[in-house]
């Protein structure tokens, strides 16, 4: 596999659980377990578990000739169920006879998946857990810093920069909430032999399944899901909305760096975001790397919803559609969570710049506030002809605001100059800002109490 970008787009410790040795080592663990459950309920002699948990070692296969045999077999549990029971007839051919009894391949690569799955979902609700700390923080220390508010791209009213990231907040928590709510849904036992029924394993089948269950910390099903995909489809699609999410935060962080707007910045470090011809430059790498995993994360869920039609118990390419589909979701949103990590937690603040770019319209952006009061006084229709004629005279003369109302009759008679000063304040018009930042903020700490 080309590892070049692996650094920059997935975490780690994710592909370490989706790299060849995790893969196989979950279907292992599969077998493993289903010896174990087996023994428990009197199927196989107690004395062949030992030397089939021995045998389920990563470590002890090659990878290559598993991927060479796999091009001929169809699937990945047949050449690594055969080169299990190899190794095990050169130590303990009566271990041999139990191996992968009454089990099918399918069983052995979905619940071996869910095993990896299981693992992912730590690493992803630890980060998401982090990265909602963070911008709680974030979001209290600026709680009250303005900043103009921005709608079809242009400056709307002000907002506070504490309430925009209470919106990323927002989003991580919702998302976490969501992971909590599939889980009983997701992490399931497959078990259900070659199409469904588990009747090659007769009336022990069920005590069988249980066992199994228990042994591998999973939830038994109502029933085996061979070819009912909703679960992993699920799981793909709460991932799909937090790397939309993520992509959200970053394209916000990439607008703010603009020359343009300068307000926001993701932290620096030597090296970081320059460019090969300009030494001026200050890219937003990190940022790139969540508007890269938004960008193609649905496409990949795309695939998982249309391999969901599935063909009666078993599939034929649906289901090899998902093998590297989910995990290299689940890859790309460890990336992006690293990501998001290190540019929430060191973010660069320019709140003077910020407030030189609400006046960059000379007050415009607050015509609403005088216009909001003035309708109380003479009229909604009235107050708003009147600021449009103000807003355009300060335009056509190049004028603050201020000084045009100022200087305006119909404005004067019915607001004092302290009140004009107050409206023409951006601090004085924030709204609920604070507010929202306190629920957002609230809400966090509920779901990490």
Known sequence: MNQLFDAYFTARDMREVFCDHGRVQAMLDFEAALARAEARVGLIPQSVVVPIEAACRAEHYDFVALGDAIATAGNSAIPLVKALGKRLAATDADAERYVHLGATSQDVMDTGLVLQIRQALVLIEQDLAQLGEILATQALRYVATPLAGRTWLQHATPVTLGMKIAGWLGAVTRSRQRLQQLKPRLLVLQFGGASGTLAALGDRAMPIAEALA??????????????????????????????????????????LMQTEAGEVFEPSAPGKGGSSTMPH??????????????????GLLSTLFSAMPQEHERSLGLWHAEWETL???CCLVSGALQQALLVADGLEVDAERMARNLDLTQGLVLAEAVSIVLAQRVGRDTAHHLLEQCCKRAVAERRHLRAVLGEEPKVIAELSVAELDQLLDPAHYLGQAHTWVDRAVAEHSAMTA
């Open 214 to 255: 228990e042994e591998l910390q999973l939830t038994l099903p109502d029933q085996p899901w061979h070819t009912q995909r909703d679960r992993l489809v699920e799981f793909g699609a709460v991932l799909g909305l937090i790397a939309g999410s993520l992509g959200k935060l970053g394209r916000d962080i990439s607008l």
């Open 281 to 298: 430059k200050r890219n937003p790498v990190g940022a790139a790397v969540l508007i890269g995993a938004a960008t193609r994360v649905p």
């Open 327 to 329: 995990p290299e979701i």
